[in-house]
């Protein structure tokens, strides 16, 4: 087994303290209301220390110039990076988080997929139970 395989992936909020007790919740490591720099140097960790980690930025901070956030967001793969809209227009989230995933898995991970699994194997039992 690989180190890669066997490191769990960092899971980080960076954003306001009033969202960040939601992912708190939901096992995240929190940096509330951090600044531009805080911001950078996590990332700069993360990517110097060849880190996996999803990374949910406030819109402020994901629309920063930052260098390393662009660099991290061109690399892909290891460190995947979204974003929290503003509170008062959330459909630049439904778009920007749907060019993700369109980008990572192609035009059909936007298609709902059915698993009709356990209704197969409910008919299948029936069909051997004589009914």
Known sequence: M??????PTRMIFMGSS?????????GFEIWADPD????????QAIRNNGEKAFVVLEHELAESNSAIL?????????????QIPPLHDTS?????????VEAMMGSSGLTPQVDDTAHRNQRSEERGSGH
Request: hydrophobic content about 40%; charged content about 25%; aromatic content about 6%.
């Open 70 to 82: 662009k660099r991290l967001q061109s690399e892909g793969g290891r460190v995947i990076i979204t």
């Open 36 to 43: 531009l720099a805080q911001m950078e140097s996590v990332l």
């Open 18 to 26: 009033s969202l960040a007790d939601g992912f708190r919740l939901v």
């Open 92 to 100: 630049r989230f439904h778009q920007r988080f749907d060019q993700q």
């Open 2 to 7: 690989s180190l890669d395989e066997t490191t």
